[in-house]
Structure formats: structure tokens, C-alpha cells
């Protein structure tokens, strides 16, 4: 029989207490070893040489070096999959956006009062097993944004306006896959409501971020929000977002209840409100992610009359979710990440017809 392969893990904190807290929690996996500890950068860069882990765990506030600054120089010179462990705070999650742009592949809440440790570390086993399949420089090529064609940026006023709807997935390096797609969205776009697997606050940091550079409108979603064009709606952490129609308008409530594959907020929930109430006027997207979530609710809503789009392969960071989504014929298409925001708008305007 084959042995199962072990991820070599090596834990980066200062303090004493989380890297015996994950030591201790991580072991109980039997595809994970931690093959080390450091308390800074300095003591991880020697650690890093000679124990060659295949993931790191990153706290992002250390002394004599902070977390973004080993990132960079970790990436530039010895490129690993990252994951970033950071504490539960607006300002942290801020920062922690940042180490993804700079090349983390994974962001969780530490362990903590607020937070409980079982919890933290399962979620965290998923992270470690995502970030060794990860595909670290699949974003790193320079791209042509894929500016929509002029006619089809005139006529999405009039798609926003027959009730479309664009519903989004994705986990492991879905942050960036959703800002490819978002940034070359247009400001007119139909409502569009996204999951990405973080945790709460770090959603609120990242709508904020695309706010800022997009040309629709992005916010965390809250309780009772309208669906309508030139606004995505990003999904709390910790909490379900469902569609709901209410009259003439598309809704969303958010909520708690179970976490569906290990998620809150999960694609699956997300994608089965829209297939029950929006059908075949919705667009839904599945893109890069560990695991299966959404690839049933992806189904769902192609058979609901939506046209479906699954990220390919080459351009995921890990080809999980969509993988699951095609063998299950859930996807019309599957399309390059940079080609998408193009099929979504060729779908729109096709089901205009």
C-alpha cells in the first residue's frame, strides 16, 4: 500500500503559546508534520534551508522583521506556499489582504479566545493541504486586461434592467481571480453577489480594497440589501448569504446555521438560492478553490436555465472546486481567468435574445 504523502509544515510566530498550540493541533493530522519551529524571520530563514518545509504558517506581527517584509524576500528568493495566520482585527485584516497580493495563499484567524482551537485547527489542516497543492506564480504573468467590447459596455444597461443576476465563488486564490473578474467588469454591470472563503473582518478589508479600484461598487453585504446593477455584494465571513426575490427586486439575506464543506459562507448556499429564484436569469461563475464546495450548486443552476462558467486549470491556483464542477457537467464552459469577465457578458447578452 502507498504511504500517503506528508506535508512538511514549518510554524513562524513569536509567541510561545500559538506554535505549541499548532504543533500540538496540527499533529493530530496524518498528512501534516511540523518540522520545525521559529520565533522570526531570521531564525525561519536557516530553518527554512535546512528543514525545506513544503508550507509555512506566517504570523504577520513579529520582532525584528515583520511578516510582509520576509514574504517579499521569501518569494523573490525562495519561493513557498504561505499560509497567513493573523489576529482578528480591522487593521490586521488590512495587512493581511496585503500578504495575499504579495503572495500568501491562505489567510485564518489565529487561535484565540474568540475562536475556538478544534475550529481554528481543522480549518487550518484545509488550508495547509490547499496551499501544498497551490500553483504559486499562476498570477504572477502579466496580463491584458479583457476590456469588454464597446457594444457590449453600451448594452449591459439594458441587460442590468431585465433582471440578470452574476452570482461568484471561490477560495484558495479567490481573491485575486475575483478582481481579475470584477475590474474588468463594467460600472454597469447586473448585481452581482460573490462567496470567497475568509474569515470575518478580513471580507469587509476586501470589498473595501475592490471599491477602490473597480469600476462597479463593492461592499460586504448586509441583511436585507438590494441585488442591482453596478454593485457586488461580497458575502460576511462567518455567515451564509442567500438570494432571495422580493417583488420586483432581488434581495439577500444573510445568516448562520451549519457550515456546508467546512464553509461559512459557503458557494453551494449561495448558488442554490440563486438557481431557486433567479434561474435562467442568473450567470454563475466557480473559480479556483480547494475542495468541492459550489460544484452542486453550479449544477443546480445550469439545470435551472443560468449559464454556468467554471475557471480552467492552467489558470487556477488550485483546481479544485471547478474540477468537481466539470466532471459533474455542472459547467457550460470553462473558461481562462482572464477570459471570463468577456463569457459573462456574452452570456448576459445572449440570454437577452
Do not use: W
Not at 525545506?52 to 519561493?79: A, H, N, Q, W
Not at 466532471?327 to 452570456?347: H, M, T, W
Amino acid at each position: 500500500m502507498l504511504q500517503e504523502k506528508m506535508i512538511k509544515v514549518l510554524v513562524v510566530d513569536d509567541s510561545a503559546v500559538i506554535r505549541k498550540i499548532l504543533t500540538e493541533e496540527l499533529s493530530k493530522y496524518r498528512d501534516i508534520e511540523i518540522v520545525g519551529t521559529a520565533v522570526d524571520p531570521y531564525a525561519a530563514r536557516d530553518k527554512i534551508v535546512r528543514l525545506r518545509p513544503d508550507v509555512i504558517t506566517l504570523d504577520l506581527e513579529m520582532p525584528r522583521m515583520d511578516g510582509l517584509s520576509f514574504l517579499v524576500k521569501l518569494m523573490k528568493y525562495y519561493p513557498l506556499p504561505v499560509v497567513v495566520l493573523s489576529s482578528l482585527t480591522p487593521k490586521n485584516s488590512e495587512i493581511a489582504l496585503k500578504a495575499l497580493e504579495l503572495g500568501a495563499v491562505e489567510v485564518l484567524c489565529k487561535p484565540g479566545p474568540a475562536h475556538s482551537t478544534p475550529n481554528i485547527s481543522r480549518a487550518l489542516a484545509n488550508a495547509i493541504r490547499a496551499a501544498a497543492s497551490a500553483r504559486l506564480n499562476v498570477h504572477r504573468q502579466s496580463r491584458i486586461p479583457a476590456v469588454p467590447p464597446p457594444n457590449a459596455i453600451k448594452d449591459l444597461i439594458s441587460i442590468a434592467a431585465s433582471h440578470k443576476i452574476i452570482a461568484m465563488g471561490a477560495s484558495t486564490g479567490g481573491t485575486k481571480a475575483i478582481e481579475t473578474v470584477l475590474t474588468d467588469m463594467p460600472a454597469d454591470a447586473p448585481g452581482t453577489v460573490i462567496v470567497q472563503h475568509m474569515p470575518e473582518n478580513f471580507t469587509a478589508a476586501f470589498a473595501r480594497r475592490l471599491n477602490d479600484i473597480c469600476r462597479m461598487e463593492v461592499r460586504e453585504a448586509a441583511d436585507e440589501d438590494r441585488v442591482i446593477a453596478g454593485v457586488a455584494l461580497i458575502a460576511p465571513g462567518n455567515h451564509h448569504i442567500v438570494l432571495r426575490h422580493s417583488g420586483a427586486d432581488y434581495t439577500v439575506k444573510i445568516k448562520t446555521g451549519p457550515p456546508v464543506h467546512y464553509q461559512r459562507p459557503s458557494v453551494d448556499v449561495l448558488f442554490q438560492s440563486v438557481a431557486k429564484h433567479a434561474g435562467k436569469n442568473a450567470v454563475g461563475v466557480l473559480m479556483t478553490g480547494m475542495g468541492s464546495d459550489g460544484a452542486k450548486g453550479l449544477l443546480e443552476m445550469r439545470q435551472a436555465g443560468a449559464h454556468t462558467i467554471a475557471q480552467d486549470e492552467k489558470s487556477c491556483v488550485v483546481f479544485g472546486m471547478p474540477k468537481e464542477a466539470i466532471k459533474i457537467g455542472a459547467a457550460d464552459e470553462v473558461v481562462p481567468l482572464e477570459n471570463i469577465s468577456r463569457q459573462i457578458i456574452a452570456a448576459l447578452q445572449s440570454q437577452k435574445k
